[in-house]
């Protein structure tokens, strides 16, 4: 009405000073509103836990086991030069020029503890600064029957494992240290000291260690990867929906390997480099046609530096376990010594090719696996060796309770086709091992979890001769 419209003009005639003044304060708040939806994040660190309780327990019912490797101090059981403890050295008979073969017929069960602590710090809300903190003291007893360079591989649980380069030795050490961050809307750059190769490649959502498959052999391809962290780069171009492409480049930085032994850790260490050590470059595609189902084409080149004349064990692959050097005449053992003589290589080349799938054919039943082929060529003898690899095995998820999933995997880890006299230790008797696995995880709550795992080990060490061996490991898995 004509009165209303008075009254209106009356008070803003009348408080027209301190309309003026919202105004102004209006202005200003959009001003700082700008600002902040341009600069909206501040620094901030999360911080994350996973904590693992094992109770391993590894059997053969006191039949004998042969494994090759040398004694330690005149004994028998597993020894403790360089990598630290209960890790054998391989050796060869200095008449025959054959691997020293040893038996062990029991192990010890364990009940060990690991813990990782991650802090998160993003500086934009799109980067993340990750350093993660490893402290543990599992040795799990799978590894008193295993020949050298088998330390942590058939039927070890992943999580039974110590941190350190001391195994049983509760150290807290510098697990994964990197920065990754945005360089367009598809592509992701992420740097580091220590970046953790497993984080990029090699995925399957059926062996997934914190739900899936959980032995060190089962939750990856065995031939993929000489080193597990390393300094170097990794970029990430998710093409589109169904395509992604990854590719890195890595020099050996591996928390466990002792650094102060030469040719290990090879990237910070000025003998060597960031690319004249152990070093690889991966590359990997993944086509997900659908939700359901992926599948991942994988090339990585490897080069692998040679210590005390000997390559293999924890940084052996594509081969991808046990010990190789220049043949008969080399590494040879002499009684009262805890380590050989040298193993005449100085550094290996490897070729990697690898397949991985997995499928998800209904909500409560998958299927997975992956085949790899290793092509090795050893310096300065200029000789070859070939390994394959495969693994199959069946995912049923929410199995009696929603997140829970069972899986069930068959693998052969090492299948040498050809160079078989270069192995001072691991080609065993010329038979083949394989490996039956079956791990329940249940989710008790959002923050705990059991998981009961089983795990049988035919023609151990490659020995045809060889008792099955069989593992039990309950794990108790806390989250924060």
Do not use: C
Not at 68 to 76: C, L, N, S, V, Y
Not at 465 to 479: A, E, G, H, L
């Amino acid at each position: 009405r004509k009165e209303d419209l008075e009254v209106v003009k009356r008070l803003q005639e009348e408080f027209a000073a301190e309309l003026a003044a919202l105004r102004g304060r209006v202005e200003a708040l959009e001003v700082r509103t700008a600002t902040l939806e341009k600069q909206q994040f501040s620094t901030t660190t999360k911080l994350s836990g996973l904590v693992w309780f094992n109770r391993s327990t590894a059997t053969s019912f006191d039949k004998n086991v042969q494994f090759e490797g040398i004694p330690f101090d005149g004994r028998t059981p597993s020894a403790a030069p360089g990598a630290g403890n209960f890790v054998r050295n391989a050796g060869r008979d200095a008449v025959t020029g054959r691997p020293i073969v040893l038996r062990v017929d029991e192990a010890q069960s364990t009940f060990s503890y690991l813990t990782w602590l991650t802090f998160n710090t993003s500086f934009t809300g799109r980067d993340n600064l990750v350093t993660q903190l490893a402290a543990g003291n599992g040795i799990s007893p799978i590894n008193e029957f295993a020949s050298a360079g088998f330390f942590n591989s058939f039927g070890s649980p992943f999580t039974d494992q110590s941190a350190g380069p001391q195994n049983g030795s509760p150290a807290v050490v510098i697990h994964d240290l990197f920065y990754s961050f945005p360089l367009s809307d598809k592509v992701t750059v992420t740097v580091g000291p220590r970046v953790n190769w497993y984080r990029h490649f090699d995925f399957n959502r059926y062996t997934f260690f914190l739900t899936g498959a959980s032995s060190f052999d089962s939750i990856g391809a065995t031939q993929s990867n000489a080193i597990d962290r390393g300094s170097g780069a990794v970029i990430e171009w998710n093409i589109s929906p169904k395509l992604r492409f990854a590719a890195a480049y890595l020099g050996e930085n591996t928390e466990f390997l002792p650094s102060a032994v030469p040719g290990f850790n090879t990237s910070s260490d000025p003998r060597f480099g960031l690319f004249g050590g152990t070093y690889t470059a991966t590359a990997e595609l993944t086509f997900s046609p659908s939700n359901a189902f992926n599948l991942r084409l994988m090339y990585n080149y490897s080069r692998l530096q040679a210590v005390g004349g000997q390559v293999g064990g924890a940084t052996g692959e594509p081969f991808p376990y046990g010990q190789l050097d220049a043949g008969p005449g080399f590494s040879v053992f002499t009684p009262g010594n805890n380590f050989p003589s040298d193993g005449g290589l100085q550094f290996a080349s490897a070729h990697f090719l690898g397949v991985n799938f997995d499928w998800a054919i209904s909500k409560g039943f998958g299927i997975f696996g992956r085949y790899g082929y290793g092509d090795v060529n050893l310096e300065p003898i200029d000789r070859k060796v070939n390994v394959q690899s495969f693994q199959a095995g069946l995912g049923f998820p929410d199995l009696f309770k929603k997140g829970a999933l069972a899986v069930v995997t068959f693998l052969m880890p090492m299948d040498i086709t050809r160079g078989r006299r270069f192995f001072a230790a691991g080609a065993g008797d010329g038979g083949t091992m394989y490996e039956l696995e079956a791990s329940y995880y249940f989710p008790v709550n959002d923050n705990i979890a059991l998981v009961p795992a089983f795990y049988a080990i035919f023609n151990a060490n490659n020995f045809d001769s060889n008792p099955n061996i069989y593992v039990f490991n309950m794990r108790t898995q806390f989250s924060f």
